[in-house]
């Protein structure tokens, strides 16, 4: 990990602002993008959350479909099952 050198307290509701050089940074949009967080040891991770596909969890190539993300390695391997199939 690297350090920014940057600290930040918490507010009475236990929130943290992300400096504004870090979410320009990232390339990060208030009220678009959303933020991972998890633990790693005794660290409380925060990444920039990229959606993943719910079959293979490839980020790239995404789509997003009844409120769901695929990826289009997915939609095409799942077309070719209907064709097999013949189902719809």
Known sequence: MKSTGIIRGLDNMGRVVI????????????GEDAI????????????????????????????EFENQTVCKACVERLLLKVKENEII
């Open 19 to 30: 400096p504004k050089e870090i979410r320009k940074f990232l390339d990060m949009t208030e």
């Open 36 to 63: 991972e967080i998890y633990m790693q040891d005794d660290c409380i991770v925060l990444k920039k959350h990229k959606p993943s596909c719910i079959f293979c969890n490839n980020e790239d190539d995404c789509i």
